[in-house]
């Protein structure tokens, strides 16, 4: 019979893991309290949650999703990413690049567990706002194009005044 300790604390990962739009887990191990709580700040700053919970009990609250008990086998913090898939990831990424630690041990993704390498995929892919604006970008060129052609004959007329009386003024 599992302690009410327990229960408690799968009823709270599973409750992180439905709000969450991804998860990763990292290998901690070598890492201090100052950097972990680094680490941390980072991750909340991109609207994710760094926890650090019995690999056993984060199995029990994503429903032991097949592969997922092979890779909980270490020291793990799981990440849970909740303002989108990739901003999270993005932030442990960089963090990594600067510290040289954790170690990306893969994750957890739409119903189902990826690999390392595509947990780095994921990371590398723009966020929700950098894609928004990118197709506000990609929206608003036809409409500078536009404007640019409308705007060339009035232009190119006032080119055409200015030499005539350029020419003009230099006879």
């Given at each position: ?46 609207g994710g949650e760094v926890i650090i919970a019995r690999n056993r009990l984060v199995d029990v609250a994503l429903n032991r999703p097949e592969g997922l008990g092979e890779m909980l086998q270490e020291q793990l913090l799981t990440l849970f990413s909740y303002d ?88």
């Amino acid at each position: 019979m599992p302690s009410q300790k327990k229960v408690t604390v799968v009823a709270d990962l599973q409750d992180k893991a439905g709000r969450a739009k991804s998860i990763a887990f990292a290998k901690y191990s070598g890492m201090d309290v100052k950097t972990q709580n680094e680490l941390r700040a980072k991750i909340k700053e991109a609207g994710g949650e760094v926890i650090i919970a019995r690999n056993r009990l984060v199995d029990v609250a994503l429903n032991r999703p097949e592969g997922l008990g092979e890779m909980l086998q270490e020291q793990l913090l799981t990440l849970f990413s909740y303002d989108d898939a990739v901003s999270a990831f993005k932030a442990l990424k960089d963090f990594i690049a600067e510290k040289g630690l954790p170690e990306i041990r893969g994750g957890y993704f739409e119903e189902k567990v990826i690999t390392t390498a595509e947990v780095e995929k994921l990371a590398s892919m723009p966020s929700k706002p950098e894609l928004v604006g990118m197709l506000l970008r990609q929206l608003q060129g036809p409409a500078y194009g536009l404007r640019n052609v409308l705007e060339a004959g009035p232009r190119n007329l006032v080119y055409a005044l200015n030499a005539i009386a350029d020419k003009k003024k230099a006879e």
